[in-house]
């Protein structure tokens, strides 16, 4: 049966006094009362001071005891304490030896090792770990005891789901007599960080190096500008971010856009709004910006971008087109004024304006339906009525390479009723500034009915001279 300390001590104090008792006792009755009672008296004496140091002995022993025992509870619920404060943390925290062996590991050490507290203490890296990453980590532990302070170091530490960056904070631990003893290593994941902080260094960057004018702005002041918008109003960064940007605002253009930004701090976005800018060398930028608010700190945060030479371009195209639907208009009353048939075609041989006059002569309304060659809607016939007319030879094919032709004598058989019109063709090339061509025009008209007149007068003129009894001289010869 195993005896506690305390109890070892009582019984030892117990004992003894047994024998102080027992030795005190032999030694009173081995000396005559009546012949010495000197030595009786200093026996006497002698046995209850034993007795009484014995005492304040156990009692001091006791008391030191209780004194070790209360301090041994004190170091066990502060050790209790720093372990639990130990395996509470996320950091990964580790004690080791001055040979490598781990004395103390807390529970997210455990964790990232995948071992047990037993498996791990009393072992060193290469126990467990790859000779490459031991010999990695015992360089860098080596390292900070050389230093004899302080150090930090990145350390790779794979996990199942790849490779993660710790940030590893070792440390020499001194004795009383201030001589290393041991090696504790604190160490932090940091890969989210990491990629966090490349994060904010890509957006820093693609923020300075974007072509768009970006800002950060409070209600009334630039916070954080790029480049892009420095450069494109000609003000230094001191200077767009010293004073209220209102400054540098059209002064007709102020009251809207400051009712602009009271709507963002309401909580609805800025798409597409316009206003010009003042630019340091006197010109005026008219600018479009897309803008949202953080509802939470009320910062701004816009993107700009110069509109003026597009809204230049606007308004030339503008003008332009405007000029160009009177010259249209002009065009059509020109062509719906002539006699004759007009159709304009593009070099991908499709119709793209006609005349009344065609319109009538194919008996179609929406000029896209109209064939330049007339396949769709007559059989193109010499004025024989016999003979096809090569479509090669036509004046809207001559015209898409340039060729010029004037008055082509051809008879138009309509598919559908059979009927015959006589018209002369012509073509013309439209030139473009590069001396391409762009257009045709084909010019129809119809002489049906002059050739009719003619034969009829051709008629009427037979008939005439066979009623007046027209006769041929005879030539008489001379003598």
């Known amino acids: 049966m195993k005896i506690s300390f305390e109890k070892k001590i009582v019984l030892g104090y117990l004992i003894n006094l047994l024998v102080v008792f027992v030795i005190g006792f032999i030694t009173i009755r081995q000396i005559p009362f009546s012949s010495n009672k ?17 005492t304040v002995v156990f009692f001091i022993l006791k008391n030191q005891l209780k004194a070790k025992k209360k301090f041994e509870d004190e170091l066990l619920k502060n050790q209790k304490l720093l372990q639990s404060i130990i395996d509470n943390t996320s950091n990964a925290i580790s004690v080791k030896k001055l040979n490598g062996e781990y004395l103390l590991v807390n529970k997210q050490f455990q964790s990232l090792f995948k071992s047990k507290e037993a498996d791990l203490k009393g072992k060193t890296n290469h126990d467990f770990l790859s000779k490459e990453i031991a010999d990695m980590y015992r ?3 080596l390292d900070a005891l050389k230093a004899g302070k302080e150090i930090q170091i990145e350390e790779i530490i794979e996990h199942s789901d790849g490779p993660h960056t710790y940030l590893s904070v070792k440390f020499p631990l001194f004795d009383m007599a201030n001589r290393i003893y041991a090696l504790g290593t604190i160490s932090t994941d940091i890969t989210e960080r990491k990629k966090n902080v490349q994060s904010l260094k890509a957006a820093d960057t693609f923020f300075n190096l974007s072509i768009d004018s970006l800002a950060i702005a409070s209600k009334n002041m630039f916070i ?5 918008l420095s450069k494109l109003l000609g003000y230094s960064d001191l ?8 400054n540098y605002i059209f002064p007709e253009d102020i009251p809207m856009t400051e009712q602009k930004i009271e709507q963002l701090e309401k909580g609805t976005d800025l798409v597409n709004f316009k206003n010009r800018w003042l630019c340091k060398d006197g010109t005026i930028k008219w600018l479009t910006w897309n803008a949202t608010a953080d509802m939470k700190t009320g910062t701004l945060y816009a993107i700009a971008r110069d509109i003026t030479e597009e809204l230049h371009l606007e308004e030339e195209e503008k003008k332009a087109l405007n000029e160009l639907y009177e010259s249209q208009q002009k065009l059509n009353m020109v062509l719906e004024n002539i006699s004759d048939g007009v159709i304009v075609a593009n070099t991908d041989k499709q119709v793209v304006l006609a005349n009344y006059i065609a319109n009538e002569l194919f008996g179609i309304e929406d000029d896209t339906k109209i064939s330049i060659d ?3 809607h007559f059989e193109v016939l010499f004025p024989d009525g016999k003979t096809t007319f090569p479509v090669q030879k036509l004046p809207a094919e001559r015209a898409l390479v340039g060729e010029v032709t004037d008055d082509i004598d051809v008879l138009l058989k309509d598919l559908t009723t059979n009927e015959k019109r006589r018209v002369l063709l012509s073509g013309r090339p439209i030139i473009d500034n590069e001396n391409h061509v762009a257009a045709v025009v084909v010019t129809i008209k119809d002489i049906s009915r002059y050739k009719k007149l003619e034969e009829e007068l051709k008629k009427k003129d037979l008939k005439s001279r066979t009623m007046i009894g027209f006769k041929k001289t005879k030539k008489i010869n001379p003598g």
Do not use: C, H, Y
């Open 239 to 246: 200077e767009l971010l010293g004073e209220p940007f209102t």
């Open 38 to 54: 000197l030595w009786q008296w200093i026996s006497l004496a002698l046995i209850v001071l034993s007795v009484g140091m014995l």
């Open 139 to 141: 360089n860098s532990d």
């Open 224 to 228: 954080k500008i790029n480049p892009s």
């Open 374 to 376: 007339f396949s769709d």
